[in-house]
């Protein structure tokens, strides 16, 4: 797990009490939310050409049932991000229908997931502390993906501070 061994590091300058608090964060408490393809609400599908992918994004039906437009959501939600492959034509390039969206296949190549709880943005350093948002990367089968480095999302989805460092909204599907 690459971000707690840096913030370990980083923290270890600060303070002994961080090193040990910083190790339960990342997958060792954002599971993997097993049957979340079936269980939670699908909520928008976001196409990337470059990447040949469409990411299905996910949240749980509870926070997605107390959850208001405008308002951070609710302490307990539950994001997912899944990466389809898309079909693509023989040259390689991905193939569209006839709206233009991309044609995502049934192949999983990553899952994302993000997950808020109160309290645990405690255990983040501050400068890349996502209010009480952690994240966690995994495989298809759901194991964890030991190459993820957690620190990036951190600091990317910092840019959406404003929107509760969501940049998708589950008010506002695209398809
Ligand atoms: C360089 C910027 C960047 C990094 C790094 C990044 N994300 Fe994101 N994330 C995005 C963007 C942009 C979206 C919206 C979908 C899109 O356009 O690809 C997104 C969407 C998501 C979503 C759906 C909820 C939302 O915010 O819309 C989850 C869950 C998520 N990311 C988790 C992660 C996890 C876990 C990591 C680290 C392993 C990570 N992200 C790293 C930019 C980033």
Redesign the pocket.
Known sequence: MKRAAVFGIAAAFVTGVFATTLLAAGPDR?KYPRGFEKDFKRY?I?D?PDRKIS?F?YVDPKSAAEAKPGQPMPNGTI???EDHAVELDAAGNPVTDAAGRLKPTDKIVAV???EKRAGWGNDIPPDLRNGDWD???YTPAGTV?EK???N??????L??RE?D?????IFKSSR
């Open positions: 954002v928008d976001v990337k990411r994004m994001l997912v991000m994302a997931v993000m994240y966690a990367s993906n993820a480095q957690l990036n999302c951190f600091s990317c989805h840019k959406v929107s460092f969501m940049f998708t909204s």
